[in-house]
């Protein structure tokens, strides 16, 4: 009975990970939030050991944080962050789309094309979690294309950062059209095979996401096309 149940410890805190993981990304649990064991236990029908596990690999991951007489609680974006997580995405994408140009065949231009147009085609009138995974789907098949596995995942952990945490009713909807158009133009200049202009284009569209983000956060009036 012991080996099983050593066995089982760490699916069960996987588990556990995983649902509180899409419970902050559903914004079932707010930013802010705190997060009392007795209640996750009950909503996770699991023992207050893997909530407690679980909790502590969140901490160690950015997406919760612990203060003494506070205990554990979903952590709130902060502009510093903000700044930081973009400055990393930018440099990432650019090596990103410059090796996916050298590396890319044509199935993986058609499925990036795909991408691209459940993006366009998607523009409901408020940004929406499934707005978020269709952008960052069509950013992490230009990683998929550079056939770097390490890339892609720490690009998809940089995605998960900023757009798990985010508010909804923070974001401008205002911004959707104009996101669907530069990932139009990225698209043109990858299919020419144009590293130069694929670079500075990927870091333009990455700079105006940070720049709406930040504007969103501060709760600043939106440029025009921001």
Known sequence: ???????????????????IKQMIFEQKLAPGQKLVYEDLGKLLHMSRTPIINALNRLEQDGFVASETFRGFYVKPIDLQEVWDAFGVREALEAYAVEQAIKMADADDMALLEEKLRDHENYM??????KKFLMDSEFHLQIADMAKNTVLKYLLKRNFEHIFLRARLDNYDPKRMPVSAQEHRRLFERVKKKDIMGSVEMVRTHVQRARDHVIRCLTHDEPEEGG
């Open 124 to 129: 409901p009138h408020y940004y929406t979690r």
């Open 1 to 19: 009975m012991k080996a099983k149940a050593d066995t089982t410890a760490p699916n069960l805190i996987h588990e556990a990970y995983r649902k």
